[in-house]
């Protein structure tokens, strides 16, 4: 194992998860694939191959990531969320999120049924580097809209999210005439003009809807940032509401 010089004849060099997790962050950022051609990155802490197969169908197409720790197998890669949308698409507006996975244990996640394009990956950031990634995938910026399943033609009361570091807060509801509701409001002046993603999530990992947005200010509330998106949503099955900040130089 390799050693660094320092008091005590030296010690085996530490890599923090928050180290390896922020290189992985900036080398996905950074990497596209299309249907016959995936990519490899490698950085100091970390290798990551994208590898793109055709389904069994023919005409989608599924991805394998992976994300290898040089000498430092316990990385907590659950916490790294990664995202894909076609190369050309804007961040911000009627765009949507095409794909999402969160890896697992091995840090391998896999994407599935993807129209044939060309995709950029995409990984939401943490606030700040010395703040926490905002969750993706677990409590409490993931939850079961089990009650938008219980009768679809029926409202629900609001459910309430909040990341971690208590800086952005996401509201979920669905009026009496079928409109389902997403905001997301923050005091937080540093995220003027941020974008915020949200994504109602399908237990196989198919994306049922999603949006991106910009977070504004409210004219009536100074100091009050807010994003809001509507739409008919056909909730068919249970489904879970993720959300999360981009990267400012996505």
């Not at 990551?48 to 000498?71: K, M, N």
């Not at 890669?77 to 996975?101: E, F, K, S």
């Not at 309430?160 to 923050?186: K, N």
Request: aromatic fraction near 10%; hydrophobic fraction near 40%; proline fraction near 8%.
């Amino acid at each position: 194992m390799r050693q660094e010089g320092g008091k005590g004849g030296g010690a085996p060099e530490v890599r923090q998860d928050h180290e390896i997790l922020s290189e992985a962050a900036r080398l996905l950022g950074q990497m596209s694939f299309w249907p016959n051609r995936g990519a490899y990155a490698q950085g100091r802490y970390v290798a990551i191959s994208v590898d793109p197969r055709w389904e069994e169908d023919h005409t989608t197409i599924q991805v394998l990531l992976t994300c290898y720790a040089f000498g430092h197998p316990q990385v907590d890669w659950q916490r790294l969320p990664v995202m894909v949308r076609p190369a050309g698409q804007g961040l911000v507006g009627p765009g949507r999120v095409y794909g999402m996975t969160r890896l697992d244990a091995r840090g391998q996640g896999r994407m599935t049924r993807l129209q044939p394009d060309d995709y950029r990956l995409l990984v939401p950031e943490r606030y700040g580097w010395e703040a926490e990634l905002l969750p993706f995938g677990i409590s409490p910026s993931q939850g079961n809209l089990a009650a938008a399943t219980e009768n679809p033609d029926e409202p629900f009361e609001p459910h309430i999210y909040t990341s971690p570091d208590g800086s952005l807060l996401a509201t979920v509801r669905r009026t009496p005439d079928g409109t389902t509701i997403v905001a997301f409001e923050t005091s937080e002046a540093a995220l003027a003009g941020a974008a915020v993603y949200f994504a109602f999530v399908l237990a196989s990992g198919e994306i049922l809807q999603s949006a991106t947005l910009e977070l504004a200010p409210v004219e009536e509330e100074p100091g009050l940032l807010e994003a809001r998106w509507e739409a008919e949503v056909e909730f068919t099955e249970l489904c879970a509401f993720e959300f999360g900040i981009f990267p400012a130089d996505s």
